[in-house]
Each structure stands twice: as structure tokens, then as C-alpha cells.
């Protein structure tokens, strides 16, 4: 069976992005999505995500497949590519600039401000250790400037939820992290039951970081946005960072703000259609 797809990317953080408006089943399997990513016997990506009919009153359902088949709850840089693949498929039926998109993890509301960048309302971050899900600290704990073993070293780490799980350690130079050795130690650690993204974060001024992500399921990735959303938080809740501030990622700079309005995380970024096939 043949399947049209769009590639889109952002920041370098890389997608087949799959039109599934007509079916609330994936038409593409996590054995197949493994296939589709493989950068030299496939498309090439590191996930796919599928526009599915909305639910629960949403305009559009998101799933996404991480690049090894798992499937997470959620996808920053994702989102902000399948706001502009479903503006894509509108086209001249288009009638807003924003969508509430249905994802595992809630209700998040893109928004195309026509300048080929995406701001999206990621919802409130969850701190609970139990939310994450870690076991560094009791359940109803928050877990901020915990120690943690991994590889041979001791780090203080600060965990977010962004729907999926991230854990953040701050460093004085992200260049001198060994991604590709450190990243595995942390995403399988026995602390996090459902694995976990990982982000390194250098501080160069409360409002400017560096960021560099070992992503859950997918590795060493050029951006992550529910990472960099997740930092911010991580930033702030240690005293390190401002609430809003400029996250630069290999890929490029978000803007992300922790809104002390209404709790939530507004994330701005670009979403970049590189080309459209059929396999
Ligand atoms: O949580 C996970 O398993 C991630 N690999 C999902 C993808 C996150 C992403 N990079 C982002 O931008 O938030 C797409």
C-alpha cells in the first residue's frame, strides 16, 4: 500500500508527518514507523506523526511514533509541524490561526502567527515525582536539585513533566557532555519506570541557556521542545533562570515563557516543510 507523507522539521528536530483525518487508527505501524525513520534504509526522521480526527470536541488528535516504535505522550517540536502540515490540508478551508490538538498528554493549542513561527500553549508542567514518573523522591514530592548516580558520576538533577518525562541537569560547558555514553545511562536508569528524556542546560544568562537533549526513544535529537519547555522550568524552579527565556538548541533558538498569570508554558518556534513524498 502506497502512503503519502510530508516531511517537516524544527529546528532539525525531523518528522514524517502522516494526513490520518480520515481514520482515528494510525495507518502506520510502530514496525513500520521504526522502518519509515531509518535514515539510511528509510525516509529518514525521528518520529512520525499522524492528524487524526479530533476527540473529546479537539479540532485534531496527535499521535506520534518515537524513531524505535515507542509512543509518547507528547511532542513540542512536533505539535508546532503538524499545525503547519494541517494548515497545509486546509488550505483555502483554513478558518483559524489556532487548533486544540488532543494529545496523551491533554488539550495543547497551537497557534500560526504567520511569520513561519509556531506559539503553542503547552499546558501546565507537573512536578510531582509521581507524575513524572520518577522514584527519586516520595511520590507527592517535587524533585528539584536531587542527587542521582549515572555513569560513574554524581549529578543534581530537577525533574518535569510535559506530559512525557524530562530530566534536567545543569553543567558549565553542554560541548564537553558525552551525549552517546551518558544519554543511555539516564533514559534506562531503574529511578524512571517509563524512561526518560534527558537535557543538559549551561546557564549563560538568566534569560539565554544552552541546551543540549538525549531523547527517550529516539537519542542524541537536534532540538526538543517539550525539553526545552521542560528546562525552563527546571531553570526557574532552581533559581538559575528567569521565566522567560531563549533556549538554544543545536537546531536553533525557542522562546519559552512560564506564564505567572495562568501557570502555563507558551513555546515559539519555527515548523519547516523540507518536501512530500509517497513510499
Ligand atoms: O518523550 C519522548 O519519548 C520524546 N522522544 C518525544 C519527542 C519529543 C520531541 N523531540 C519534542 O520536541 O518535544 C518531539
Redesign the pocket.
Known sequence: MAIEFTKYH?LG?D?ILIDNRSSSTPIVTPEQAIQLCDRHFGIGA??VIFALPGENGTDYTMR?F?SDG??????????RCLAAFIAELEGDNRTSDTYRIHTLAGVITPQLMGDGQVKVDMGVPRLLAGEIPTTLTPEAEKVINQTLEVAGNTWQVTCVS?G???CITFVDDVAAISLENIGPQFEHHSVFPQ?T?TEFIEVVRPDYVKMR?W????GI?L???????ASLVAGVLTGKCQRAATVELPGGPLYIEWSEIDQRIYMTGPAEKVFAGRV
Open positions: 524544527g528536530n518528522f525521528d518520529g506520534i518515537n515507542s509512543e509518547p505522550e507528547m511532542c513540542g517540536n512536533g505539535i510535559m512525557n518525562p524530562h524512561r528524556n537533549v531523547e527517550r526513544g529516539a535529537t532540538a526538543c521542545g517539550t525539553g526545552a519547555c
